[in-house]
Nanobody, 122 residues
Framework: QVQLVESGGGLVQAGGSLRLSCAAS????????MGWFRQAPGKEREFVAV????????SYADSVKGRFTISRDKAKNTVYLQMNSLRPEDTAVYYC???????????????WGQGTQVTVSS
């Protein structure tokens, strides 16, 4: 089992920045691909970013490319999502997820955190 706990969400004005963290415990964190997903009110959960276990491969949703950066610190068992130039449409609950397989599909992820709310005001 892998336990994931997100933090760092909050209220920010449009154009501002936030850094989300996801702390992992349980099975060896370093062997998992880690993804970030988000779910806005009334919408389906969607892919945001993913990083593989070796940190050599990342992928981003088109809507966040150039604004968000995913990274991980294996020594701290933590994955981060740096979010810059935030927009009101980025408002959502953000979830981190883990799985052995690198994927942009949420159905491929076995482990999920509880989520952290990000609200961007205009």
């Amino acid at each position: 089992q892998v336990q994931l706990v997100e933090s760092g969400g909050g209220l920010v004005q449009a154009g501002g920045s936030l850094r989300l963290s996801c702390a992992a415990s349980g099975r060896p964190f370093s062997r998992y691909a880690m993804g970030w997903f988000r779910q806005a009110p009334g919408k389906e959960r969607e892919f945001v970013a993913v990083i593989d276990w070796s940190e050599t491969r990342t992928s981003y949703a088109d809507s966040v490319k150039g604004r968000f950066t995913i990274s991980r610190d294996k020594a701290k068992n933590t994955v981060y999502l740096q979010m810059n130039s935030l927009r009101p449409e980025d408002t959502a609950v953000y979830y981190c997820a883990a799985d052995f397989r690198w994927s942009t599909r949420l159905t491929n992820y076995a482990y999920w955190g509880q989520g952290t709310q990000v609200t961007v005001s205009s």
